[in-house]
C-alpha cells in the first residue's frame, strides 16, 4: 500500500496516470518558453 502523500503526489505529477508515467502537458508548459527563445534567435540572425 502507498501511503495517502505518495498517491496524491503522483496524481499532481501526473493526473492522466498514463502508463509511462510522463505528463506531456507540465513539460510542455516548461519547454515551450525555451523553445519559443531559440526560434527568435535564430529568426533575429
Known amino acids: ?3 495517502e502523500k505518495a ?3 503522483i496524481q499532481i505529477l501526473d493526473p492522466a496516470n498514463n502508463a509511462t ?3 506531456f502537458e507540465q ?3 516548461q519547454v515551450r518558453p525555451l523553445l ?3 526560434l527568435q534567435k535564430r ?3
Do not use: D, H, P, T
Request: hydrophobic share 35%.
Open 7 to 9: 498517491k496524491k503526489e
Open 36 to 38: 519559443l527563445a531559440s
Open 43 to 45: 529568426g533575429s540572425r
Open 27 to 29: 513539460w510542455a508548459q
Open 21 to 23: 508515467g510522463f505528463n
Open 1 to 3: 500500500m502507498k501511503s
